[in-house]
Nanobody, 125 residues
Framework: QLVESGGGLVQPGGSLRLSCAISGRTFSNGAVGWFRQAPGKEREFVAALRWSGTTTRYADSVRGRFTISRDRAKNTMTLQMNSLKPEDTAVYYC????????????????????WGQGTQVTVSS
């Protein structure tokens, strides 16, 4: 089970920190990631990392502003979002894959078999 928290309303330029609590199993050989879906748009990749290593991948639109991390001891992952823009407004989903994903697959939602319920992030003045 994956449960997100930390969403909310923030002004442009502000920051938010999303968390994802993972329970029921571990993904020591897999990957975890964040995706988002804005109204009227398809779900898109935000960031991902391999649970056992240091490999991370970011969408071009968030690179340099967002940071994905995980705490193995607590079985959680976070998404630190800085310099938020109105176009970052979306429902954010955490996801986990039990597979060892190659670089190109980290950004593909079809390879993730566990999903959270989503948390709303609204960036507006």
């Amino acid at each position: 089970q994956l449960v997100e928290s930390g969403g909310g309303l923030v002004q442009p330029g502000g920051s938010l920190r999303l968390s994802c609590a993972i329970s029921g199993r571990t993904f020591s050989n897999g990957a975890v990631g964040w995706f988002r879906q804005a109204p009227g748009k398809e779900r898109e990749f935000v960031a991902a990392l391999r649970w056992s290593g240091t490999t991370t991948r970011y969408a071009d639109s968030v690179r340099g502003r967002f940071t994905i991390s995980r705490d193995r001891a607590k079985n959680t992952m976070t998404l630190q979002m800085n310099s938020l823009k109105p176009e970052d407004t979306a429902v954010y989903y955490c996801a986990a894959s039990s597979q060892g994903l190659i670089w190109s697959s980290l950004a593909e939602s079809t390879y993730y078999d566990y999903w959270g319920q989503g948390t709303q992030v609204t960036v507006s003045s």
